[in-house]
């Protein structure tokens, strides 16, 4: 089998398929989180803490000196990332559990019994009745 018919194969499968579209709906969704992180959850918990910036927040090592940077830690940012990553496990387990709950009552119906046409009814009560 020549490599491109192998590849072609291996990119049609569904698992890989599926898993292009879980990517990419996920990389949308961490940027909504974070857009919802950043202009709406972090403000009001900035405020509460005294008017609190958290991307302003750092750890200066050293000034800047002439044209050399600054060079800070910026632990306002990682607390930023922390929390947009703490609301994507959230949402993404609550996701799961919802699916595993709806799949679970699919399991868990009963067999809907087929009903049996009235005429094979009354064809097995002749067959019956023949017998004896």
Excluded: C, W
């Amino acid at each position: 089998m020549s490599f491109s018919k192998e590849f072609k194969e291996f990119a049609m499968k569904g698992n890989v398929v599926d898993m292009a579209v879980g990517i990419i709906i996920g990389a949308a969704f961490g940027k909504i989180v974070s857009a919802f992180v950043k202009g709406v959850i972090m403000p009001p918990l900035g405020l509460a803490m005294g008017g609190v910036n958290f991307t302003e927040l750092k750890y200066v090592l050293q000034e800047a000196q002439g044209e050399a940077a600054v060079v800070a830690i910026e632990y306002g940012a990682f607390i930023q990332t922390v929390v947009d990553f703490i609301i994507v496990a959230l949402a993404i387990f609550v996701a799961i559990k919802m699916m595993n709950k709806m799949k679970k009552k699919e399991e868990e119906k009963p067999a809907e019994v087929a009903e049996v046409p009235r005429d094979q009814v009354l064809l097995e009560e002749i067959r019956d009745l023949l017998k004896k």
